[in-house]
């Protein structure tokens, strides 16, 4: 069993900044592939980033050169660094675990999930 939380959400202008941050626990951190994943009203469940046990990265095309994923084994946190926020930006975010090797873009292979945090980017 996994427990993740995120935090780092919130309201900001476009072309602005943010962290947002997941703390997993329950199990050892340095061998999961973790995901970042983002929902819109009305919208399917997408994959935003994805880094895995190696530290080997994957985005989705629309973030790339603005989204950085990263971690930190110590803390147990995986982090997502959002710069130059579009306001199609906004959704909530949720982090989640892959027991996988891969990164996985496709919502159905990650284990377990964070409960979300609001990302608003206004025009």
């Known amino acids: 069993q996994v427990q993740l939380a995120e935090s780092g959400g919130g309201l900001v202008q476009a072309g602005g900044s943010l962290r947002l941050s997941c703390s997993a626990s329950?199990?050892?951190?340095?061998?999961?592939?973790m995901g970042w994943f983002r929902q819109a009203p009305g919208k399917e469940r997408e994959f935003v980033a994805g880094?895995?046990?190696?530290?080997?990265?994957d985005y989705t095309d629309s973030v790339k050169g603005r989204f950085t994923i990263a971690k930190d084994n110590a803390k147990n946190t995986v982090y997502l660094q959002m710069n130059s926020l579009k306001p199609e930006d906004t959704a909530i975010y949720y982090c989640?675990?892959?027991?996988?090797?891969?990164?996985?873009?496709?919502?159905?292979?990650?284990?377990?999930w964070g409960q979300g945090t609001q990302v608003t980017v206004s025009s």
């Open positions: 329950g199990h050892i951190f340095s061998s999961l592939t």
């Open positions: 880094i895995d046990w190696s530290g080997s990265k």
């Open positions: 989640a675990v892959d027991y996988a090797m891969a990164i996985s873009k496709e919502r159905s292979e990650y284990d377990y």
